[in-house]
């Protein structure tokens, strides 16, 4: 029989707020499914990490003070039907900058708002600028370009979710190629700066388009990525073995812990109750879950509970106890 990986970014509740939440977060199938909780293991990193712990977890490497983001570019560009065959690449990503009262903070990619059509031109403006580099540039997705830069394989990088909300001076790349990076980032910026789309954007009310991010740069080298299969919203009979849920991500990122309650409950009717009607049907063997927060990573592996332990009720507290 199968087993089934849950991959719940942000799913750990925050510390400060677990006292309203035990009253408020109603889940009655992750409840039952934590019933049959049979283990249970959590690993932690340090607050200034350049990636997020199930981002780590996800490119197989082990949560011991790592001081890289995961080397997975090469992973997502075969995954978004790029063939590269050699050289050094690095995920690059549009993003908004907001300068504060005396720093600059990443907001948050997924409230960019950025179209194709809009991806795409500020991507050709991009490739010009890394041309006269001498860099090659390749697009993927709105959100996932891709720069090769063999010349900056010593570079350290950190993700754009581990850097998001924060004051970005800590998670800047740093090593060798860190002053022709800035170069490049700055000449992207000043082309970017007045351009039309980013005048219309700001007569709409989104956030201009205004630098670039640079992370996970990965050489021939495949880490041992987990394949997954992201969240539709729907969950479906023939569903892949590991799937991630990102629905979590932005509410936490962005401290909007109404939406996240609400996100939450909403999870248990679409996810947990049918996943916990297929356990106990013997479609699953066990669901194993793995929540997260900034730091902390938790996986709570879960059976089916015997018929005959009726009395056996499970709770919220695997939940809870993980923000302890």
Known sequence: MKNLTLILPFAIPPAEFLTDFRKSLKMPALSQLFAGLEQTSTHSIDDFSPALPHEYWQAG??????????????????????????????????????????????????????????????????????????????????????????KWCELRTSTTAAASGHNIDIWMPRGEGERQWRQFQNEIQMRWHDHPLNQEREMRGLRTVNSVWISCGAGQHLPSFQNSVIWSGKYHADQHPVLQVNTLSSHALNSDWGMWLDQMQTLDQTLFAPVLAELQSGKWHSVTVLISDSRKLCTLTCKKVPGWKFWQRGSLEPLFGAAA
């Open 61 to 150: 490497m082990h949560l011991q003070a790592p001081v890289n983001s995961p080397p997975v570019a090469w992973h997502l560009m075969q995954s978004a039907g790029i063939p590269v065959t050699e050289g050094f690449w690095f995920l690059l990503q549009p993003i908004h900058i907001h300068v504060a009262r005396d720093h600059l903070v990443l907001t948050d990619t997924e409230r960019l708002e950025i179209s194709q059509a809009e991806a795409e031109a500020f991507f050709a403006i991009a490739a010009e600028v890394a041309a006269e580099y001498g860099l090659t540039l390749q697009y993927g997705n709105p959100q996932q370009w891709f720069v090769r830069a063999d």
